[in-house]
Structures are given as structure tokens and as C-alpha cells.
């Protein structure tokens, strides 16, 4: 992928609907289309890529390069792991956050891993398995 080009990114869907009584409801992946930009000063990570998305509330997307399984159609991943554990984790002002783990992705609802893609709680729910 370069600088300037619109892709089209297949990823897993780590929702938390995945891991309820309607999990048969959501999809598995979710596509994402948007232009390639340089990432964002504050990540370090070669392992992410960032997408500007227009007509989305947040129009600056990062990536894992790891997780994702198609661009532009092409399969870039073998396997699409499914298996997701959640976490219910408390946050320092009282707070709940969901964690969703699976094979090789973390995720969780708080604003700092919106921004940074890594977070404390993250940590502690890793504690915990």
C-alpha cells in the first residue's frame, strides 16, 4: 500500500454483539474503504498503518497489519480467528471497560485505546488469564 491510494481492508469483527445471545446477527469481518496516509506522529508501531475514512465520524482509522485479512480483495491472511474472550474491567475512577481478546488482537472501549491502541486495562485482563 502507498501513500495516497484508496484500499479496501478486511478485518475481523471484534465486537462485543460477537460474544452475546445474538452473535449469529453480526458479521464475522467488516470492510473499511478509505485513502492510505502517513501515520500519525504518536504511533510507533510498524505493525499498524492508518486510513483516512470520509463520511465517518472518525475519519482517521488505524490498523493492525497482523489482523487484517483481505486488501482490495486479496487474501493477505490465512486464518480468521474467531474466538473471542471478554473481560469486564474496572477503570481507576470506577468505571467498566470491555476487553475482547482473541488469538492474536486485544481490544478495549476506553478513549486511550481509541487513540494509542494499547491501554492498562488491556494489561490487567492479561493478568487475569
Known sequence: MNIGETVTVEMPN???VLTGPNAHLD???FKVTGKVIAPPAW???KEHFALFVADSPVP???FDRRRVIS????????EIDTSIRSFAIKGSKGEYYTVLASKN????????FQFRKYCKHIDEAKSKQ
Open 14 to 16: 471484534f465486537s462485543a
Open 27 to 29: 458479521s464475522k469481518t
Open 43 to 45: 504511533l510507533k508501531d
Open 60 to 62: 482517521v482509522r488505524v
Open 71 to 78: 486488501i482490495d480483495g486479496i487474501q493477505v491472511s490465512q
Open 105 to 112: 488482537a486485544w481490544t478495549c472501549t476506553c478513549v486511550g
